[in-house]
């Protein structure tokens, strides 16, 4: 359907659109029009992503003259090959609606992992493992060599694309990773670099959070991008978390044994090239009393991960006079390995500032500031002028540099704290000294700084005023959207008792309670007697689900609920959780319904949804916070506090319902859709608590439901199931209109919005 807001014709490639979709392209074009940034929180399952994609690439459109290009972020591999394929489908619209000036660009770009077709790179079994493999293969110094000794091995992809240089391009198009490979192995072009290359040139870019967040990687990836750019960050509930991991680093004892021996391997090379090529180790030299290396001039092979500072953190000046030698630096690293060995050498706790840590640096290594702040672009040109490829074998030095430069960058925001052992196995020695960020906008702020509009939207940004706070930026559109429905398809509950009237819930003190847990165990039993198909439970961690598995497993009662239907469990394992995905889902397709056990904040939580008959239930035990005593957490806490007023009960509690609607809004994914949610925990009947819920699941949540026992859930579970049952009308009754055709939106527009909608 094609139709109008304001001065854009909007292209929606279906036939019926839902009226809050309309209402998200129309604050979103506000947001673009105003050259600002935006937060929208939209209901899982009304059609976000085509929103988005339709109003930017139709807004594109409408302004021929000053084309915008669109960044659409994700966190999954999995996410960026739906979106793409959504996007390919309102591709194929526009085209046939306007022809070849609807053509665009767009393609996925991931990692060489994801990307590869040479097969003998691609039996490395990690990501770096398979990046070096790369190196070997097409770094210009390894190309030199082959080109006077026909024995070294290269890549043939590789060379065909530096072969066909300019001519090198891909048609317009969309194009998933898979439609990458089969293009690449048809021309004979190497797939990864030749997505690298056609970035500037693309509409439309879908790749991962890293690729803008992260220093190491934006620097190479995103930097040609201009400021004409929408940049959309979906799912993006946990963004902050995102930042923080960006530029924070940990260093553990096995990290410092192996920066020895890379430093070793170092030494023995630079003592090679001494007497092989010594000219080499000069001209590095000579380049670094100029000022460092800069890297436009290395070509795409040889660019390594860039500066973990950000990009206006960095010095524009000469490297340190004790740092140009190659060996000096090799011993001013070893002086920085042996004081962070000692610093791991620590039966207590330690946290202190960044400064106090620079300066403890200085009087006992002998190390300054500045020369920590070079130390991982020295480390970087070292590595090229010595040629080296093994860069997965490298990745114990790069991370002390890592973490020397980011200590001798920021003052603000950053902790180092030294914990001699993980707090819940105190008796495993296990020493880590971590730096860890606390303030989320550092790694963003570039991001807003340098695009005109960043939008970030997810199903669950409640309560929306705390992230512009979190992230420090001022958006000049923020809302939340209602869910319109044709009948009452999602039905909230908050359990606070069993059939006992005993209270439930994890709070510490009571969750090891044996009438706590036979009380969970019950309601289950209850629920899978009376819920078809597949039921999917959340705990608070894997130790608790382990503990009260293992308990119902001595009582019988899981033996009750295997009667019923079959259980499957997520495990820390990737593979085995995916098996047992697998296999769930299989039983749920043959009738027999299944039981899958996960854990909040874990990988089944985030990415995998539960649609139709695959969650007709979802039981949420307990409040997921995360572990408070963790040092970390608790310097987070306090840096929130202190600079952004922000409380530590009000950010706990926001932290773990954001996990809690995420978990229980896997089970609904489309209005057609239908399933419940039980909020098992008397603490969720705390208004403070549960007014963070998102508004699309507290306007279903009626006050009868709010302090419920099991038998009165089973109750209102039949009658909820009973009521799905019957037939509906799709387009909605009562003067609702939930799916609206073009002539809708044409009535809509003349009379005003609020007529059709709710």
Known sequence: ??????????????????????????????????????????????????????????????????????????????????????????????????????????????????????????????????????????????????????????????????????NALLPPGVYTLEDLREFGKKRGWCPYFLARHMVQFANVIVYSYQYLLDP??????????????????????????????????????????GANRNLNKIRQEIDRFKATDAGRLRAEYNRLIEGLALRGDLSGTDQWLANPALPHDILKEAVPGNIRRAEHFVHVLRRLLQYLEGRLDTENVEKESPVSFVSSVNSQAGIEQKTLKFCYDRLHSLMMTLEITDTDEFLPIQTVCDFATLVGTYARGFSIIIEPYDERMPHIPDPILQLSCHDASLAIKPVFDRFQSVVITSGTLSPIDLYPRLLSFNPVVSRSFKMSMTRDCICPMVLTRGSDQLPVSTKFDMRSDPGVVR?????????????????????????????????WNETGILKEITQQKLVFFETQDVVETTLALDNYRRACDCGRGAVFFSVARGKVAEGIDFDRHYGRLVVMFGVPFQYTLSKILLARLEYLRDTFQIKEGDFLTFDALRQAAQCVGRVIRSKADYGMMIFADKRYSRHDKRSKLPGWILSHLRDAHLNLSTDMAIHIAREFLRKMAQPYDKTGTMGRKTLLTQEDLEKMAETGVQDMVY
Request: charged share 25%; hydrophobic share 40%.
């Open 519 to 551: 009380n969970y165990g019950k309601l289950l039993v209850e629920m899978v007697s009376v819920v078809p198909d597949g039921v999917v439970c959340f705990f608070v961690s894997y130790s608790y689900m382990d503990g009260i598995i293992a308990t």
């Open 216 to 257: 190491k990687v934006a620097g190479i990836i995103s930097k040609e991008l201009q400021k004409e750019t929408v940049v959309v960050f979906d799912e993006a509930h946990n963004i902050d978390n995102v930042c923080i991991e960006a530029l924070s680093v940990s260093v553990r004892r096995v990290t410092l044994e």
């Open 1 to 166: 359907m094609k139709f109008k807001i304001e001065d854009v014709t909007v292209y929606f490639p279906y036939d019926n659109i839902y009226p809050e979709q309309y209402e998200y392209m129309v604050e979103l074009k506000r947001a673009l029009d105003a050259k600002g940034h935006c937060l929208l929180e939209m209901p899982t399952g009304t059609g976000k992503t085509i929103a988005l994609l339709s109003l930017i690439t139709s807004y594109r459109l409408s302004r021929p003259d000053s084309p915008i290009k669109l960044v659409y972020c994700t966190r999954t591999v999995h996410e960026m090959e739906k979106t793409l394929g959504e996007l390919k489908i309102l591709h194929d619209y526009q085209v046939t609606h306007l022809g070849s000036q609807a053509k665009i660009l767009s393609l996925g770009l991931s990692s060489r992992k994801n990307l590869c077709v040479n097969p003998k790179v691609l039996k490395a079994e990690n990501r770096d493992s398979v990046d070096a493999a790369c190196r070997k293969r097409t770094a210009s110094w390894v190309r030199a060599l082959a080109a006077e000794n026909p024995n070294v091995e290269l890549c043939d992809y590789f060379e065909n694309h530096e072969k066909a240089a300019e």
